[in-house]
């Protein structure tokens, strides 16, 4: 199977999120150096915001390309992430710098589809997915956080870039008598964004709620029914929710 080239995605996002990571991570030095460091194991769980599908199918059988616009209000998304993040405390906050490991699983199927002008009903009802699975690198400010035992509260504000494999299922027939038959093919992703955070701790604990603004892109070929090809461009853009459980060490 050949693998898709890089999609295009905002200079300008890219440019942004990787230059306040990286200036959270000279800065953790100074910071670190005076007023002390901790480290926090994280995991959480989210809904990041849906993909808008764009279908590209080639070659079916010799016939012409032709592309869909996938339709529907399901189409709903689960994430999974472990992170590891170092901290820099003191009066007026600090740095937080770390990786994290994310697995996502999106439901996609359609209600419908639009070509060209014309919208047609999905008369095929099962269930077509994509998932993901990848790192990203954070970047950011805390405030509030302590190495103080007892209960205490913080809020951060993480930058974001990051990226990985991604796989999606679609749905084709060789002609209209023949019956559908499901095809899986794999790309890749890359996402930016921001998530802001707030945060309870106990002890060495913290729980919290975050809410994260994603701008994403994957490109992923399937081979199809017929001898043909099927090119998904799946595109995020827009806010998450989460919560998180961690632990100071």
């Known amino acids: 199977m050949m ?3 890089a999609y295009p995605l905002p200079r300008a ?7 306040c990571t990286a200036v959270a991570c000279s800065a953790s030095g100074a910071w670190g150096a005076e007023d002390g460091n901790l480290s926090q194991l994280r995991l ?3 809904g990041p915001p849906p993909p808008s599908v764009e279908e590209k199918v080639s070659g079916v059988n010799g016939g012409v390309d032709t592309t869909y616009t996938w339709q529907g209000s399901d189409h709903t998304a689960i994430q999974v992430s472990l992170e590891y993040l170092r901290v820099s405390t003191g009066a007026w906050g600090g740095p937080v710098y770390g990786l994290a490991a994310t697995a996502t699983r999106y439901n996609l199927t359609p209600t419908g ?3 060209g002008n014309t919208t047609f009903q999905n008369d095929d ?7 993901s699975i990848g790192g990203q690198l954070l970047g950011g400010w805390q405030f509030g956080a302590t190495r103080e035992s007892g209960t205490s509260a913080f809020a951060e504000i993480l930058p974001f870039v990051g990226g990985g494999l991604a796989w999606a299922q679609t749905r084709n027939r060789a002609n209209p008598s023949s019956p559908y038959e499901t095809n ?3 790309g890749w992703y890359g996402e930016y964004g921001f998530r802001l955070g707030a945060f309870i701790a106990e002890r060495s604990w913290f729980a919290g709620v975050t809410s994260a603004y994603t701008v994403g892109n994957a490109l992923v070929r399937i081979d199809t029914v017929g001898g043909g090809t099927s090119e998904l461009r799946l595109e ?3 806010w998450g929710w989460g919560v998180v459980l961690g632990h100071n060490f």
Request: with cysteine; glycine share 18%; aromatic share 10%.
């Open 13 to 19: 996002g890219w440019f942004a999120a990787a230059c």
């Open 44 to 46: 959480g769980v989210s």
């Open 184 to 186: 899986r093919g794999r």
């Open 113 to 115: 589809y639009t070509v």
């Open 3 to 5: 693998m898709p080239q």
């Open 125 to 131: 009802p099962s269930h077509l997915g994509s998932s």
């Open 236 to 238: 995020r853009r827009g």
